[in-house]
């Protein structure tokens, strides 16, 4: 839901497959998250689908 969000909304994101890329789960740990998805949002971190964080964070 994330990643649909986000293309509907023409925002550039990564796609990062932390199954397959150590250093992506790597970063999930750095982070102290062990759930997906995990969006970083100008240095905020947003744990799952949040619209509404989303929304506030990408009018800032």
């Known amino acids: 839901m994330a990643k649909e969000y986000l ?3 023409n925002v ?8 397959n890329d150590k250093s992506a789960m790597d970063e ?3 982070i102290g998250v062990l759930t997906t998805p995990v969006t970083t949002i ?4 947003v744990v799952g689908f949040d619209r509404a964080r989303f929304e ?4 800032e």
């Not at 550039?12 to 199954?19: L, N, W």
């Not at 100008?42 to 971190?45: K, L, P």
């Not at 506030?56 to 009018?59: K, M, T, W």
């Open 42 to 45: 100008d240095g905020e971190v």
């Open 56 to 59: 506030e964070l990408l009018s």
């Open 12 to 19: 550039p994101f990564v796609e990062k497959d932390v199954i």
């Open 7 to 9: 293309s509907q909304r």
């Open 28 to 30: 999930l740990l750095k």
